[in-house]
């Protein structure tokens, strides 16, 4: 085993529950030559206090105080800049990783001669973990396959049934990297302020320089549901963030010349618009109907529709959409507020 630097970069905004258990599963790890970069990002509760305490427990934790808030795609790039690793990795805040991750995945990242070594991902909820095993040995991914097949899958699955077919979605953190491939070619994340995904983006411009991944069918990475994080709270320009999102990735897609990544990216948007849909019947009530009128009349989305094939989605899906290709947003707010309160019962 070589004895390479990994910088492993953790933003920190608000976090100051959870810090702590990230913080311990990164300086446990048995891989001990790594440096943590926690980035704490103007936060307004005691997580920057806490990095500077967890600090000096620790020489090989560097803390980086933001002087204006970023979010969290600016955050990493701030790791990204301050990083003297040989390889990085990117860990969120309120997750954490098992104590082998580094070891392992560095192993079998120079063990295939890989530039990437990714892996799987266990789900922390509440009350219980849930894992991912869509696969039992160690795939690996060489040329144009990098792009087809596993970009094409991180974008969107195949299929609307389907889930993802290799485990590896759209998240950065489930991964180690070459350092050399993020820096030489200037590789930064965009804002989720602009764009709702911003990893998905990093991704699509940082497999423009990849030759080989090593997909790992172990659940390293241990992602926490919090009901306050990004993912789930409202937003008022989600759908418009959405459309950021999709033309920014149909534009960066283009340098790949890969078909099949058109095709996910506006799967992707679909999924992303039925979203969009339930946050504004859910959290927006007495506006809901009037945004949804402007989405079913929106031209990306239109456009979009009718180069995918609606038909062969799943029933409950096709149904919406095909709602909304005809224009009748309160189909579509009247439907979304039933299936909405079917769920909340079923939980109850």
């Known amino acids: 085993m070589t004895n390479e630097l990994i910088s492993i970069i953790v933003p920190v905004y608000n976090v100051e529950s959870y810090l702590e258990r990230c913080v311990d599963s990164l300086v446990n790890q048995t891989y001990e030559n790594i440096e943590i970069i926690l980035v704490d990002d103007c936060s307004t509760d005691n997580s920057g206090a806490l990095c500077d305490i967890l600090s000096k427990k620790d020489n090989r934790i560097k803390v980086i105080h933001k002087p204006v808030n970023g979010g969290l795609g600016y955050a990493r790039n701030t790791g990204i800049e301050n990083a003297c690793g040989d390889y990085l990795m990117f860990v969120d805040s309120d997750d ?14 120079k063990d295939n001669e890989a530039d990437i070594c990714c892996h799987l991902c266990a789900n922390v909820f ?3 973990t849930t894992y991912n095993h869509p696969f039992d040995e160690p795939l690996v991914f060489e040329g144009g396959e990098v792009v087809s097949k596993l970009l094409a899958s991180c974008i969107a699955p195949a299929h609307a ?3 993802n077919e290799y485990g590896v ?5 489930m991964c180690i990297y070459k350092a050399d491939i993020i820096k ?13 995904n911003e990893d998905i983006l990093f991704k699509i411009e940082l497999f423009r320089h990849i030759n080989k991944v090593v997909v790992l069918p172990d659940n390293f990475y241990y992602y926490y549901h919090n009901s306050t994080s990004l993912s789930t709270s409202y937003r008022s320009d989600r759908f418009d963030a959405s459309i950021a999102m999709y033309n920014k990735a149909n534009e960066l897609c283009s340098a790949l010349k890969c078909e099949e990544l058109f095709r996910r990216n506006t799967r992707y948007f679909m999924i992303n ?16 109907l009037k945004a949804i009128k402007e989405i079913c009349k929106n031209k990306v989305l239109l456009n979009a529709l009718c180069s995918y094939p609606v038909d ?9 959409f095909l709602l909304i290709k005809a224009n009748l947003p309160l189909s579509v707010y009247l439907i979304t507020k039933i299936k909405l309160l079917s769920n909340k019962k079923t939980l109850n």
């Not at 030489?184 to 709702?196: A, I, V």
């Not at 618009?273 to 809901?288: D, G, H, M, P, S």
């Open 96 to 109: 954490y990783i098992d104590l082998s991750t580094c070891k392992k995945t560095l192993t079998a990242l």
């Open 126 to 128: 509440l009350n219980e």
């Open 161 to 163: 049934s389907l889930v």
């Open 169 to 173: 979605g759209l998240t950065a953190n």
């Open 184 to 196: 030489n070619n200037s590789l930064r994340f965009y804002s989720e302020r602009d764009y709702l």
């Open 273 to 288: 618009t039925l979203y969009c849909i339930k946050q504004e019947v859910a959290f927006n009530k007495r506006k809901a």
């Open 312 to 320: 062969k989605m799943p029933k409950t899906q096709r149904l919406f």
